[in-house]
């Protein structure tokens, strides 16, 4: 009989990966679309600047109430289930935006209903994990995950201004509604829940939640560590990613190199989560790696608010994302050893929904603090300073022993 470590070791469980992480680029793609183009979706939509920053902001509002219903659901129903419900639903309405046409407030109700998707992918990066992947691949496999959401949006910044530019704004939209639909088609097709043996987590209470599981959370010092850090680091590169275009203007770069800053951004995100995966599984000193990450943060976000060439940019660009994205994968399976027995998906959804809460209120607070030009050199700076108190808090993690 196989032992759960045995069953773990599937070839299937790559399949299962790369099937989940190409419904997060989907939804990631979705999302940031307009961000890099928001000039061109003014005129399209005519509709004002706000109004098509609205769009990306949308999906971190919902987060908020979604992610407790959603974290239920996959709990009770399992990730087969959940994710799956998850894809059509974003594929459908990712697909119907193209019908959509200029019509803002149809568009604005479809964004609406791809963000109540959303967290039925970020929720379960460490269920995935935990489902089918031995403990010594875990956070390598979360950082898989995490890496596809950044491929997303690193895609969608890239290609949107160039899709726009060889075509138009119309079949962008259209080609990504396909690329969604197509995916959540085959993951619905293809996906498995977990392999036939039961996986060795320790997390075995699917209804934790609804009995009193979150007061491990509640009175848990090093989780609300996790929390505030969680905060400031999504909320900041949410902030980021969505006013990429508004920030690199004033400096003198185009669309195309705005889209190209935030892909080499994301690249470094990408970098870094493997980067840190591998080490995190390797040395299991979590809390000395979220250390290093951070502090590579607040270096490249003090650099990044100065410079002022797209050469720059570009350099101080990659070292950002390394640092601010590479810490991720790592802060969700700290979270999960630090929380036990609460479910992977209900530790996961309250940090994605802190971070939604820091992006929403980045995105809508740092909106117009610039200097008398419009360079956003003040927010950048209070996002540096942000990111140095987080690495000071970093201080207080410690490492837990594994069981």
Same mark, same amino acid.
């Given at each position: ?7 773990? *070791? ?7 990966? !790369? ?15 307009? #961000? ?7 005129? %399209? ?14 999906? /971190? ?15 009770? %129903?399992? =990730? ?9 639903? *974003? ?13 803002? =407030? ?30 010594? &691949? ?12 950044? @491929?997303?949006?690193? @895609? ?10 060889? =075509?138009?704004?119309?079949? /962008? ?10 995916? $959540? ?19 075995? *209470? ?5 009995? #009193? ?8 010092? @090093? ?14 590169? *949410? ?24 892909? !080499?951004?994301?690249? #470094?995100?990408? +970098? ?22 951070? +502090? ?18 570009? !350099?101080?660009?990659?070292?950002? $994302?390394? #640092? ?8 969700? &399976? %700290? ?40 360079? %956003? ?27």
């Amino acid at each position: 009989m196989m032992t759960g470590e045995n069953s773990q *070791n599937s070839l299937y469980r790559w399949i299962i990966l !790369i099937l989940f992480m190409l419904v997060n680029i989907s939804s990631q793609i979705l999302w940031i679309s307009y #961000g890099p183009v928001t000039s061109t979706a003014v005129a %399209y939509y005519s509709v004002s600047e706000s109004e098509i920053l609205f769009l990306s902001t949308i999906f /971190m509002i919902v987060y908020i109430p979604a992610t407790f219903i959603t974290s239920w659901f996959t709990n009770r %129903y399992g =990730f087969k289930i959940g994710v799956g419900f998850g894809a059509i639903i *974003n594929g459908v309405f990712g697909f119907l935006r193209f019908f959509a046409g200029p019509n803002y =407030f149809l568009i604005l109700f479809f964004h609406i209903m791809i963000s109540i998707a959303q967290p039925f992918f970020l929720n379960s990066v460490t269920l995935l994990s935990a489902n089918w992947f031995p403990e010594s &691949e875990r956070t390598t496999a979360s950082g898989l995950s995490v890496i596809s959401q950044l @491929l997303g949006i690193a @895609l969608g910044m890239v290609l949107t201004p160039i899709l726009v530019i060889v =075509f138009n704004f119309e079949v /962008m939209i259209m080609i990504y509604g396909l690329f969604s639909l197509i995916v $959540g088609i085959l993951f619905v097709i293809l996906a498995k829940d977990k392999p036939s043996t039961k996986s060795s987590i320790k997390v075995t *209470n699917k209804d934790v939640i609804l009995k #009193g599981g979150l007061k491990p959370l509640l009175f848990n010092r @090093l989780f609300w560590i996790v929390i505030i850090i969680f905060f400031a680091g999504l909320g900041a590169f *949410n902030m980021v990613s969505t006013y990429i275009e508004l920030i690199v203007a004033p400096r003198g770069l185009t669309p195309i190199e705005a889209g190209n800053l935030g892909g !080499i951004m994301l690249l #470094g995100g990408i +970098v870094g989560a493997i980067i840190m995966s591998i080490l995190s599984d390797k040395l299991h000193k979590r809390s000395l790696l979220i250390k290093i990450s951070l +502090v590579a943060t607040v270096i490249a976000f003090f650099a990044i608010s100065y410079a002022d060439t797209a050469i720059l940019l570009y !350099i101080f660009g990659f070292a950002l $994302g390394f #640092g601010l994205l590479s810490v991720g994968p790592v802060l969700l &399976e %700290y979270a999960v050893e630090i929380t036990i027995p609460v479910p992977e998906t209900t530790s996961n959804g309250i940090l994605m929904m802190v971070g939604a809460v820091g992006g929403i209120i980045f995105i809508v607070g740092f909106e117009g603090i610039t200097t008398p030009s419009g360079d %956003y050199l003040p927010t950048l700076i209070i996002l540096s300073v942000l990111s140095l108190v987080t690495f000071i808090l970093s201080f207080f993690l410690k490492d837990v022993k594994r069981g």
